[in-house]
């Protein structure tokens, strides 16, 4: 269930809208399953968000105020209660999304596209319905819920609207993520980013709030 709220929350925060076409009952999609993968993994590792959104700090893609969110992302205890290792498989961070799936479309939150022919399924596509937008309202106001929301937001801010092959090949740039080995979890980077940010702040003059 963790899971599908997950994807719902990133149904809705980093989805594009839909096009002619698509399933009439669709409001918003995700086009890949790739993309979809990578961010999940965002979602599920505040530490590997944060130093993706110190990264476009550093290069001047994200205005300064956001270190307050890099901090805010490290400090709180979020990294500990929100944080849910994925292992590492040949296209990267990866973990089965058809059950989830199955609770989401079985309520008429969301439903898959397969593109393709009956042998290989070319491509996945994720669609939010109607219902699927309430649901995440509800969502947002829940007092503990409501934090799959916040984050999914600032998965999208970090992510914009870079393909899943895009996404993956940022998230390769993370030493930590490029040497595990295949079927194993990826391993947390907090301190490693906590040390950027230090340093990052150091070289930094005014207040970090926006």
């Not at 969110?69 to 296209?91: A, K, Q, T």
């Not at 916040?150 to 914009?160: D, F, P, W």
């Amino acid at each position: 269930m963790q899971h599908a709220i997950r994807l719902l929350a990133i149904l809705s925060e980093c989805s594009e809208p839909v096009k002619a076409g698509d399933p009439p009952e669709s409001i918003a999609v995700i086009r890949a399953e790739l993309r979809l993968q990578a961010l999940d993994f965002w979602l599920r590792n505040p530490d590997y968000l944060a130093g993706e959104m110190l990264t476009k700090v550093e290069s001047h893609d994200l205005p300064v105020h956001y270190l307050s969110v890099v901090e805010h992302l490290l400090n709180s205890p979020e990294p500990d209660l929100h944080w849910y290792p994925m292992p590492r498989w040949h296209h990267g961070a990866y973990e089965a999304i058809d059950d989830a799936f199955s609770v989401l479309s079985a309520y008429g939150l969301a439903l898959v596209r397969r593109m393709g022919g009956v042998q290989k399924t070319a491509r996945s596509q994720f669609f939010l319905t109607d219902a699927g937008r309430v649901a995440v309202a509800d969502l947002a106001k829940e007092r503990v819920l409501s934090w799959y929301t916040e984050q999914a937001k600032l998965v999208a801010v970090v992510a914009g609207s870079d393909n899943g092959s895009t996404l993956k090949k940022r998230q390769y740039q993370q030493a930590e993520y490029a040497r595990t080995k295949l079927g194993v979890n990826i391993a947390p980077i907090h301190s490693a980013v906590r040390g950027r940010l230090e340093a990052f702040k150091a070289t930094v003059s005014g207040p970090l709030a926006p």
